[in-house]
């Protein structure tokens, strides 16, 4: 758990069961309280929300693992990925990706993060 004065720029947050990473922090200073306002983009959906909390307010931190793959081939609706160290191959769907389809290339290296497998 992390607070919400601790929540910035980078970190990844679980918010209402989805994940958000952190685009933009503002700590408001008020008469009896201060506020911290987020800016936070969903790491699934891509859509960002702005959402105000109260400075005592505490965050589930995201732990995101990262591995190196390669892009293999697609087959169907399904596109299969290489982990570099131990050779596992890993089929992801379009949803899964989202526009990324657009820019994979045969072969190509990329860093492909998880969040509880």
Do not use: C
């Amino acid at each position: 758990m992390i607070g919400s004065t601790e929540a910035r720029k980078g970190v990844v947050i679980e918010l209402n069961g989805k994940l958000y990473q952190v685009i933009d922090y503002q700590h408001i200073k008020m008469k009896r309280t201060a506020l911290v306002r987020l800016k936070l983009r969903d790491i699934v959906g891509g859509h960002t929300i702005e959402q105000t909390f109260q400075s005592d307010d505490k965050f589930v931190r995201a732990r995101l693992d990262y591995r190196r793959m390669q892009y293999l081939y697609n087959d169907g609706g399904l596109y299969y990925f290489m982990d570099e160290e131990n050779f596992e191959q890993l089929p992801l769907s379009a949803a899964q990706l989202g526009d990324g389809i657009n820019y994979l290339k045969d072969g190509m290296s990329l860093e492909v993060s998880s969040y509880k497998e």
